[in-house]
C-alpha cells in the first residue's frame, strides 16, 4: 500500500514532499523517495528504510526544485532497497506508482527487444520506460501517458514529472485512489486527501479509470477513453481526517472500491511477484506431518473459512473442518496436536474467536491468525500470523477485510500443498499467476456497479431472497445472504444449489428472487440445472456469471450481470464484489444506514 505525492509549487517542493509523505507512511516505510526539477532538469533523492533516513539524504543533498513528486513503499516487486525505491526514471521523466502492473513481464521483454536497460526489480520501472518509448515515437507527455494507460493491467496509481516540463504532472488510477489538491496558485497530487491536508483543503478524487493532466493553473480530467470531464472539487475537513469518506455517500461504499488496491497488497505480501512464486511463511508446524486443519471464525471471516477449506482440501489434500467459533469454544472438542487451527479475525478482538484461540493453545496445538490488524489480541496469542493489509476498515459490514481474508487463506492453501509436495513448480506459477490476476478483475467487476444498481431496485421490494452457489460460490451465497440481511433487513437465505430439491424448491414462486452465482467452474453444468429447476417453478432468476453464461443456461432470467472471463479457482475473491455491490445499494434503494445497521457492531468484543 504504497503512499504517493506530487507538487506543483512556488518555493522548494522536497520539504512539503516529505511532509504529505509522513501523513502517508502509514501506506508504507520500506523506503521513499523525492525527485523535483531543476532548471528543468530531473533531481532524485532516495533512501532504504523509514521515511527519517531520506530527510537525512536530503539534508546532505538538498532538492530546490518547485516541481516534484513522492513516494513511501511498501515493497511489492523486488527487495526494499534503495535501487528499487521510487521515484523511477529514465532520461525523459520520472514516476511514482502504486498498485501492481499485471502484464509487466510481457511488457518489459517487448522494452528490452527495443535496447531499454532497465535498473530495478521492480514493476513500476515499466511505467517509467513505457512512457519514454512513446515520448520517443514523437508524442506529447498527454499523448504518450494516455497511449501507456491502454496498456498496462492490473489496479494502480501514478504520477508522472516530466524533464523539462516545470508546469506540469500528470496523475492516473486504475483501481487504486488518487486525489488532485487546488491551492492558490498551486496543485497537489496525492494517495488520499489526508497527504494534502496541509496545503489544501479542496480536493477533487480521480474516478475509476481517470487521468488527469495537472498544471499550476489547474486539472484537466480525462476519462478512460480520452473524453474531457468534471469533477468536482470539494471541501475536506480541517486538518485532514484519516477516516475520510472522499466522493463516496458511505465508507462502505468508499471500502468497497479500495479492494483491487488492497487485495493487491495482500496478494503481494504473500507472493513474490517477479519470480511468480510463493513468499516463505514461517509455520508452526511441520506441513508435512499435518493430519488435518481447523478453521475457527464468526460471520464473514467463517465464510471466509469456508471457503479456505475448498482450498485447502483441494490443493494440500488434508481434511479440513470449518466452525463457528461461539459453538467451538463451549463443545469442547478434541484438539489434534498434529493438527493445525486457523483463527480468522479482522479485528482480532472477537471475543468468540479469541477463546477457541486459548482453548486451542491450553490444549497444546499450534495456530495460524488470519488477522487485519497485526498488534491485536489474536495475533499476539497465535503461533503465526497470516495478516491481511486491508487497511481500517469503517463500515460494519465486512467488505475489504473479507476479500483479503480470502486472498490470505488462499496464500495459505497454496502454501500448505507447496510445502506438502502436493502441487509441483508448475502448478504453483500457473496458481500465483491467477491469484496475481484478481486485483484487475476487481477493478473490472466494479465497472459493473450501474447494473448491479438496476438489480438492487428490484430486489428492495422483495420480502425474502435465496442465493444458491456450488463449489466456492456456496459460502458466497451464505455471504450474499448475510450482507442482504444485515443491511437491508430482508429475510435472506444462502444454499448449496444442490439441496434445493431437498426443500427449498418448495419456497419457489413468482415473487421469491433467486441470485446465482454462476462461475465458469467444474460443476457449472450442474448450476444450470438448478437454475431449470427454479425456471420450471416460474422463480424469479438473477444470474451472476460469465459473458455466456445466460445463453447456456437457456432459462427465462429476470436479470442478468456478466462477470470478466477469468480462471475459476480464485472466482470468489471477485464474485464477493457483486454481491457486497448489490446489498450496499438495495440499503441505500430502502433509506437504510449502510455504515451502522441496526443491531450491529463493527468488532464483537463481548459474547
Known sequence: MCGIVGILGNGAAAPRLVEA????????????????????????VRAEGKLRNLETRLADHPLHGAIGIGHTRWATHGRPTENNAHPHASDRLAVVHNGIIENFRTLREELAAKGYRFATETDSEIAAFLVTDELAAGKSPADAVYASLRRMRGAFALVYLFEGEDNLLIGARQGAPLAVGQGDGEMFLGSDALALAPFTDRVAYLEEGDWAIVTREG????DADNNVVQRRFVKTPAGGL?????????????????????IGHTVAHYVDMGAQRLKPFDWPVDPKSLNRVSIVACGTAHVAGLVGKYWIERFARLPVEVDVASEYRYREPPVDKDGLTIFVSQSGETADTLASLRYVKDNGARSVAVVNVATSSIARLADAVAPTLAGPEIGVASTKAFTCQLVAMAALALGLGRARGVLSEADETRLVGELAATPGLVAETLKLEPAVEKIAQKLSTARDVLYLGRGTAYPLALEGALKLKELSYIHAEGYAAGELKHGPIALIDAAMPVIVLGPRDPVFEKTISNMQEVSARGGRIFLIGDAHAAEEAAVTLESFLPMPDMASTFAPIVYAIPVQMLAYHTA???GKDADQPRNLAKSVTVE
Open 21 to 44: 509523505l509522513k501523513r502517508l507512511e502509514y501506506r508504507g516505510y520500506d523506503s521513499a523517495g523525492v525527485a523535483t526539477l531543476e532548471r528543468g532538469e530531473l533531481k532524485r
Open 219 to 222: 486539472a484537466e480530467f480525462r
Open 242 to 262: 484519516l477516516a475520510e469518506k472522499g466522493n463516496y455517500r458511505h465508507f462502505m461504499a468508499k471500502e468497497i472500491h479500495e479492494q483491487p488496491e488492497v
Open 588 to 590: 441505500v434503494i430502502m
